[in-house]
């Protein structure tokens, strides 16, 4: 039977008696004829606005803002840099002022062009302390603008070393002014426009959100003519999705599923280490005060086996917070598994397993893949050295909270993401004392971390957080664990290439 | 004191004598885990993981249902998990019990405004989805045994208290009641050397019943991940746990589901044959 | 029925409200997870936690948020969500039709169901049936309504893909719905193809939602009525030689079906309440779906406005069957 009879005898099947199960089966093989592709993502998208609130920080769903936007910097599959709606960028010599320019051909969903005004207005609204833009801090350090052509000047008020990195980050997406002042904010909401590769043809609230493919994108019309993100929150659904061929692609799936249904016929998986660094944040509070303990919990560490065995090696391990995609990756910094050594540090202080050091340890449970199994292992593996951590679980919501405070337990799990790779917006953030992100904070590494945020020196700052991330690893400030890898599950005949920002990027699948 | 003298009744009942069964082999169970359980539920051993069960030829007879991802013995996790089940199930059900029964006794024997008040409050109450406002309280109280508990009894007191009233005001009319208050007896001994003695057969129905509950409810928060804190092998935990391995190894998620099915089930029987047996109000 | 009773329970419904009003508020005031905490972005500084505090009135004394909140939600204003950057009481209707359809289907489909096998059970009285039914009913009634939807995937999804395991409708479908009653509408517009796939989206969540109920009410039903044959008249019947399946049906079904329908209305607010997983597990885009992202993202005022949309749904449901109760059984009167 040809697929359009068959797809007509579904219908008549379907208005005849609306009985159900016919509809739906065997999708992807109707999906591949009408050169749509459905993707079953991991979570729901809760807003349009990918510049304001705190959507617009959420790593996880910026594959969707930039199926529809654009950013004003883009960001290859390496991480390295490529023009976005810009084609040029950069500071003037002494780094007073910065200069832009806008490409031609760019156009709104709308069929209006994209403008300098549209940059200059985006930037100032991104810039407002009242616009509600979560990365103003970083936004608001420009002003003055300035357009000549299709080029658009600015004062800078403050250095900031990660501007141009930011363009191609959080909240870094031009937006249109005519259609966002006409339609207002709620408006917008539900009739977003972009200037993307996609446009948003059906938004169904917790269910899935339509895309059609924009013929006037600069960058050529992609190869999907519809794209559908599914959102299925659950990770057995997932799988299902998949596997019953509902849908044609999904991600954040248990690696066992992952390795299972890679080798049935009709499905292929791909993995890639992305910019998300498995981590135990440490809190300078007894028992953590002592470095022998610090040092001896992270020597205590199988990273490897962990890996192995509970991520059946889908995982980098890893000794410092930069990966080694990121710009300020030192290999040489290690610090090794060595429960012997660990043993005896533990013995200076006083501890063995028989009178163990003790302490709480934080993580949250299913928020990553075998976060709460490793910890556990972990535990496991401090016993043997001579500490007993007691697990607490929490929400991540909770860990923001404690680790605003301050408070978190002398231990806790987190993961950290970075797609940008700078060193500022992993090592800086997550270990400067006055950030508001850091658990460790002590003097002596903020003197080494404090003059780098203004350094206008790009080899001297990326220097100084190797130097910091070394001085880290010495003093066992973090343990950091391992480099994740996103398993992609995909029906064959699909072309994917994984991106290290773990993005699925609907304009970069194609049909093999 | 009729009801009382009809307790062998419920030796007689099947249903409630499958049900006691259940509800001792899962006291006994707990009770003697330590002796039962031939490993630690918590000593990991990653390079034993995912070991096959008995059933499966290559099984390891030192691990009768397998391992699990982290090497963790299932059946010696299955058995301490009978524990927190246990102690779940009849910490939460006494609380509930004691609580709704006394907000109940004291609504429907004096009436009035406590009456009101209480029953104002059982209103509130009855307002909101229990699934929704465990998950909620559990997400407010923070994860732990304690706050699974807590959340069954603020939850589920409701369920007490509007029985125990309704039982109260036939009672209430009863010529013991009105022979009691003659000779003089005060209320509070009417209430509860009279009348709480009657009450007693339903009690007992709605106490099997609420263990029950208690189970699914530690089920339910351990699925949306808000359940006891620590690395304690719970049935609900050990359910989620195992959803993950489906396709690898069913048994994970078989063995607990079945935990769950027959300690529910027979502890409903137990309530069913209570019932059949001892109280003709209720009986259907 | 008297108007008097339905104006008292009416006025009844208000300190109700009111109380629910408070509990909520209560309750979440002291959610340990700080919303404001979760908004702030790599590198905020303080002075702008405490503008996003001032931006949802977190910094006022207690009893003025209360009394502000109060205030707005009598005038509709069910504040803005703050994961989701829009109107609560917006967000929530946009959703609530979705749980009700989901929720009405697995009524209609658990009472049908639980009428027949309640009957069958006692027609057949002490022969297999009953034995039949007895199993499934206790095992329906074992099994939460979760752990039901997790085995129809496994079932029904992955080793038999006939029907969609997620998702509402299918993202293709070229249709634009005026009301967000997908169901009713379409059924009305002469939709059939969209009434097929909303049905066939519909079928495992139902399932899993109306086997519990399905189960209570089979058995509430077989009770009744084999107290129902036992009673006089259904003997004068048998003596003046009807048939017993007619007996079954027409007159012991008729006397019992009050107590089973007055049950299976209370039954329908646990079954409301078993849309928040089920429909969590089917990423089927109601309410409950909506409540356990809010309550994972710490999300305040959408948590209070769902919370409160569902008291109001429990308290309507409790006055619906309230009232049915005493249509059906006058001699009733409440307190």
Known sequence: MSRVTRRHFLQATAAGLPALGLIGANRAADAQGAKALTIAYNVNLPSWDPTVGL???????????????????????????????????????????????????AFWHDGTPVTPADVVWSLERAGDPKGGNPIQFVWGKIGNFKVDGMTVTADVKEFEPTLFKWMAFLTGYVLPKAAYEKAGAEGFEKRPIGSGPYMVEAFERNAFVRLKAFPKWWGGKPAFDSVVFKFVPDATSRVAEVESGSSDLTIEIPYEEFDRLKKKPGLEGTTTPVSDIAMIFITNIEPMLDRNVRL?????????????????????????????QYAAFDPSIKVGYDPKLAKALMAKSGFSPEKPV??????????????????????????????????????????????????????????????????????????????????????????????????????????????????????????????????????????????????????????? | MADVAQWPAVLRNGRALLGLFVFLLLFLVAAAAPLLAPHDPLEQDLVNSFLPPFWRPDADPQFLFGTDSLGRDIFSRLIYGARIAFIVAVVAASLVCVLGTMLGLLSGYYG???????????????????????????????????????????????????????????????????????????????????????????????????????????????????????????WGGLIQEGRLYINQAWWLLALPVGCIIVTVLGLNALGDGLRESLDPVLRR | MPLGYIGKRLAMAIPTLFGVAVVVFVLLRVVPGDPIAMMLPPGARADDIERLRALYGLNHPIVEQFGRWLLDLVTGNFGTSISLHQGVF????????????????????????????????????????????????????????????????????????????????????????????????????????????????????????????????????????????????????????????????????????????????????????????????????????????????????????IVLIFAVLFIVVNLLVDMTYVAINPRIRHG
């Open chain 1, 55 to 105: 959507s617009a920080v959420n790593p996880t769903i910026q594959s969707i803002y930039k199926s529809v936007f654009d950013q004003y910097i883009d960001q290859n599959p390496n991480l390295s840099f490529k023009p976005g709606l810009l084609t040029k960028w950069g500071w003037n010599d002494d780094k007073s002022k910065i200069s832009v320019t806008l490409r031609n051909g």
């Open chain 1, 296 to 324: 001896a919990l992270h020597h205590a560490i199988d990273k490897k086996t962990i890996v192995n065995r509970l991520l059946r090696g889908y995982g980098v391990p890893i000794d410092t917070l930069e990966a080694p």
């Open chain 1, 358 to 512: 003790k302490f709480t340890i934080q993580t949250t449970r299913g928020f990553k893949p075998k976060d709460y199994e490793m910890i556990q292992a972990i535990v496991g593996m401090w016993r043997k050295v001579g500490a007993e951590a007691n697990i607490e679980i929490y929400e991540i919501a909770k860990h923001f909270e404690l680790r605003a405070q301050h408070k978190l337990a002398p231990a806790a799990f987190y993961n950290w993401g970075n797609s940008i790779g700078d060193p500022s917006t992993s090592t800086g953030f997550a270990m400067f004392g006055p950030s508001p992100h850091s658990a460790w904070k002590t003097p002596d590494l903020d003197a080494k971390i404090g003059p780098l945020w203004g350094e206008k020196d790009e080899a001297k700052r990326i220097a100084g957080y190797k130097a910091g991330d070394r001085y880290i690893a010495e003093e066992g400030y973090v343990i950091p664990l391992f480099q994740y890898v996103q398993p992609i599950t995909y029906r064959k005949g699909l072309k994917v290439v994984p991106h290290v920002a773990n993005y699925i990027l609907p304009q970069s699948i194609t049909p093999a």
């Open chain 2, 112 to 234: 009035g405004w406590i009456d009101t008040g209480i029953s104002r409050l059982v209103d509130v109450w009855m307002s909101f989805p229990p699934v929704l406002l465990s998950i909620v309280l559990a997400a407010v109280i923070g994860a732990g045994l304690q706050a699974v508990i807590i959340a069954i009894v603020v939850v589920d007191w409701t369920r007490f208290c509007r029985i125990v009233r309704a039982e109260v005001l036939v009672q209430r009319e009863q010529d013991y009641v009105t022979a009691a208050l003659t000779m003089g007896l005060g209320r509070p001994h009417i209430m509860l050397r009279e009348i709480l003695p009657n009450i007693l057969p339903t009690l007992a129905v709605l106490y099997s019943l609420e263990m029950g509950i208690a189970i699914i409810v530690e089920a339910i928060l351990s699925f949306v991940g808000l359940s006891v804190a620590s690395d304690a092998p719970t």
């Open chain 3, 90 to 305: 917006g967000l929530i209707m946009s959703r609530l039709p979705a749980t009700l359809e989901l929720a009405l289907a697995a009524l209609v489909v658990a009472t049908a169901a639980g009428v027949l096998f309640g009957v069958a059970a006692a027609y057949w009285r002490g022969r297999w049936p009953e034995v039949a039914v007895d199993a499934l009913t206790g095992l329906g009634m074992a099994i939460p309504d979760f752990l039901w939807a997790l085995l129809l995937v496994l079932a029904l999804g992955v080793l038999l893909p006939v029907l969609p395991i997620s998702g509402r409708i299918d993202p293709r479908t070229e249709i634009s719905f005026v009301t967000e009653f997908y169901l009713a509408e379409s059924f009305v517009r002469g939709e059939f193809a969209v009434a097929g796939s909303l049905l066939a989206h519909m079928v495992l969540p139902v399932a899993a939602l109306a086997l519990p109920l399905t189960a209570a009410i089979s058995r509430i039903l077989k009770g009744a009525i084999n107290e129902a044959m036992s009673q006089d008249y259904i003997l004068m019947a048998r003596v003046k030689g009807f048939s017993k399946a007619r007996i079954v049906w027409r007159e012991a079904l008729r006397n019992a079906l009050v107590p089973a329908v007055t049950l299976s209305g209370v039954q329908f607010t646990f079954l409301i309440g078993g849309t928040v997983l089920v429909e969590r597990i089917f990423g089927y885009p109601g309410i409950g779906n909506m409540a356990i992202g809010a309550v994972i993202d710490r999300d305040l005022p959408l948590i209070q406005g």
